[in-house]
């Protein structure tokens, strides 16, 4: 996956526009995958993110978190945690499936099929340059910044 391009997709962003990899070119990209608005975890996530906006916007990066919530969520979802970013919703899996961002987890020891929390990290290009797979919350904001500022030079 690793220098490969972003698969194709057309989504929904939490702004109102339709997104797809031609959107994303001319900047570097953060698209994290989350399991579900408003969940312990994933505001976790989205306040880290949130509350490094200014290194990440100094970086010149864009973030857009994904789930397959829908946009009504997202909308509250932001609001309510004053996120400075977009919200993509896939809920066909459009491009959680093809990231491999959904498929066969293990929670509280029982199978199940969901989002694997994971982000992506995209060069200017459109090509994939990093990924964290089965992202652990606590310091991965931190990862990403440290990732990007490595392969900004």
Not at 52 to 62: E, I, R, S, T, Y
Not at 89 to 98: E, F, I, Y
Not at 102 to 108: L, S
Request: proline share 7%.
């Amino acid at each position: 996956m690793i220098g490969k391009p972003l698969p194709p997709f057309s989504l929904e962003s939490s702004e109102g526009q339709t997104l797809s990899p031609a959107d994303l070119r001319g900047a570097w990209t953060v698209i994290y995958a989350y399991p579900k608005d408003s969940t312990p975890g994933c505001t976790q996530e989205a306040c880290d993110f949130r509350d490094n906006w200014a290194q990440v916007q100094a970086l010149g990066v864009k973030v857009y978190g994904i789930s397959r919530d829908s946009l009504k969520s997202h909308a509250n979802f932001i609001d309510k945690q004053g996120l400075p970013f977009p919200l993509l919703s896939d809920p066909d899996k459009v491009l959680l499936a093809p990231l491999g961002a959904f498929g066969k987890k293990v929670m509280y020891g029982k199978e199940t099929e969901g989002i694997i929390r994971s982000t992506f990290l995209v060069d200017p290009e459109g090509l994939i340059r990093h990924v964290w797979a089965k992202v652990s919350v606590k310091g991965h904001v931190e990862e990403v910044i440290a990732k990007l500022q490595e392969l900004k030079g």
